[in-house]
């Protein structure tokens, strides 16, 4: 079982993949199934802004690609390199559709690793 520091390592090494020329705000997720699988994904932005991809989801919809319908997140973590930030309110949701309310979440805080549950983050989750 990865724990939340190699799994915030795997979320810092893509979010210098980043295609993010017009906010430079470089962000990583990287995220592990209850399969056992390690997704990653950074966020790919547009010259039409509103196109942007977050790494969140574009992590999770990898993992969906890969694991198919069945795919659930064990525990995910997210880092913008040099700033400090919790997922956006968009993938809070994303994450809902394919994760427990118990699901550790973790990004930086006053410079340290912290872990919230998804719960903690999204307490009213919105559910077909
Ligand atoms: N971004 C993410 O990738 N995840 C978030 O949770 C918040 C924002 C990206 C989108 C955009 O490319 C840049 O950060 C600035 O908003």
Redesign the pocket.
């Known amino acids: 079982m990865m724990n939340a520091d190699e799994l915030m390592n795997h979320a810092r090494a893509v979010a210098a993949k980043?295609?993010?020329p017009?906010?430079r705000?470089?962000?990583?997720?990287a995220l592990v199934t209850a399969e056992g699988g390690l997704y990653t994904?950074?966020?790919?932005?547009n010259a039409s802004y509103g196109l942007?991809?977050?790494?969140?989801?574009?992590a999770i919809f990898h993992a969906v690609a890969q694991e198919g319908q069945g795919m659930r997140i064990a525990s995910l973590a997210?880092i913008?390199l040099g700033h400090e930030?919790?997922?956006?309110?968009?993938?809070?949701q994303v994450i809902s559709e394919f994760g427990a309310p118990q699901l550790p979440v973790s990004f930086l805080q006053n410079g340290f690793l912290t872990t919230k549950t998804l719960a903690e983050l999204l307490p009213a989750t919105f559910q077909l």
């Open positions: 980043a295609y993010a017009y906010s705000f470089q962000v990583g997720c994904g950074c966020n790919v932005e942007t991809i977050c790494a969140e989801r574009n997210v913008a930030f919790p997922p956006c309110g968009a993938c809070r």
